[in-house]
């Protein structure tokens, strides 16, 4: 089974906000990250947070951190027609490597 | 633009039969990586280049191998493709190893095997 899961859709209206979860094993994690791949595109990096952080904000934005049950969220607020692509959560588990989830499709809603 | 550059796109191969994919970056970057990812699934690291030093994933078959003749340049054999390695391939790259480095992706490169 996969080490880090994430739920695999998410419809939301536009304006709304997102909220994608993501539950990861390897306590020792120094980074987690969020990237967002595009249609025809490659994963982007979108944000990361070091594991000493709660909370982390960067404009629209917001990764929280729950060291203790594992878990991340990225929050998106008032998403965008432009914000519908798949989000992959990721832990750094070695100095290069790291460990995806399968990704969660967000579909933007008129 | 800086890039990583992933050709071709889409690549229909025979059973059994040799492919080689080609990944190319313009941001002369010392680490190099092959992912795979299959439908709905996570991408996962296939092995990676440190410079000239190739490091090896230990659940990579030896189906796989790869090849970096420069910092620009790293290419993916597969050597006889069976079914089960129809998949995204994925290639990136990184300033340096080290988490806070961050993993560039090209757009990869679609397998199908026939």
């Known amino acids: 089974g996969e080490d880090v899961e994430q739920s695999l859709f998410l419809s939301v209206r536009e304006g709304d906000s997102s909220v994608i979860n993501c539950t990861y094993t390897?306590?020792?994690?120094?980074?987690l990250y969020w990237y967002k791949q595009e249609p025809g595109a490659g994963l982007q990096l979108l944000t990361y947070?070091?594991?000493?952080?709660d909370m982390k904000q960067d404009q629209r934005l917001t990764v929280l951190l729950n060291k203790k049950d594992k878990h991340l969220s990225l929050r998106i607020a008032d998403t965008q027609t432009g914000d519908s692509a798949i989000y992959f959560c990721?832990?750094?588990?070695?100095?290069?490597?790291?460990?995806f989830g399968a990704g969660t499709t967000v579909t933007v809603r008129a | 633009d800086a890039m990583v550059i992933q050709n071709p796109r889409y690549q229909v191969t025979q059973f059994g039969k040799p492919v080689t994919l080609s990944c190319s970056q313009t941001?002369?970057?010392?680490?190099m990586y092959w992912y795979q990812q299959k439908s709905s699934q996570a991408p996962k690291l296939l092995f990676h280049?440190?410079?000239?030093?190739?490091?090896n994933e230990a659940d990579t078959p030896d189906n796989f191998q790869s090849r970096r003749p420069n910092t620009s340049f790293c290419f993916l054999d597969i050597r006889s493709p069976g079914l089960g390695d129809a998949a995204m391939y994925l290639c990136?790259?990184?300033?340096?190893?080290?988490?806070?480095?961050?993993?560039?992706f090209g757009p990869g490169t679609r397998l199908t095997v026939l």
């Open positions: 990136a790259t990184s300033r340096d190893r080290g988490p806070y480095n961050e993993q560039f």
């Open positions: 941001l002369n970057h010392n680490v």
């Open positions: 990721a832990e750094s588990i070695s100095d290069y490597k790291l460990s």
């Open positions: 947070i070091f594991s000493n952080m």
């Open positions: 390897d306590s020792s994690s120094t980074y």
């Open positions: 280049y440190y410079d000239k030093d190739f490091n």
